[in-house]
């Protein structure tokens, strides 16, 4: 096992709003992978190196939460400019930037759908 985590899924209430808040935050394209009864958009991801990828989905039953689980989205190689993007795209910054010494850095935000996301980066 390489990795703890190969997939994961952010719910949204409003795909495209979502599609279009991730899209600007992380400066890469959403692309739609609609399913029956399920709109689906895949963040970038090396299919080939087998590395973790994720979506939004918007489907009944999957709820936006600031509880449970938090996912962290690459923040490049400083996530001080994806951060910069969150309230612009119409996040809510809720914990800075902070250095966690030899891991890197990470900061949460709250998405526009109400959940709790976060970000990493080495610097």
Do not use: C
């Not at 703890?4 to 935050?25: G, H, L, M």
């Not at 490049?76 to 891991?103: C, F, H, W, Y």
């Amino acid at each position: 096992m390489k990795n703890a985590v190969n997939w994961f899924e952010i719910p949204v209430t409003d795909y495209e709003r979502a599609k279009k808040f991730y899209s600007e935050v992380m400066g890469e394209e959403i692309k739609d992978h609609h399913m029956d009864n399920m709109k689906y958009g895949i963040f970038p991801y090396d299919m080939e190196s087998h590395r973790v990828g994720g979506a939004i989905m918007q489907m009944d039953g999957s709820n936006p939460s600031q509880d449970g689980s938090t996912v962290y989205l690459n923040g490049g190689e400083d996530l001080s400019i994806s951060l910069g993007r969150v309230e612009a795209a119409g996040g809510k910054v809720i914990m800075p930037k902070t250095d966690i010494q030899e891991n890197g850095f990470i900061a949460q935000f709250i998405d526009t759908e109400g959940n709790r996301v976060a970000l990493h980066s080495m610097s």
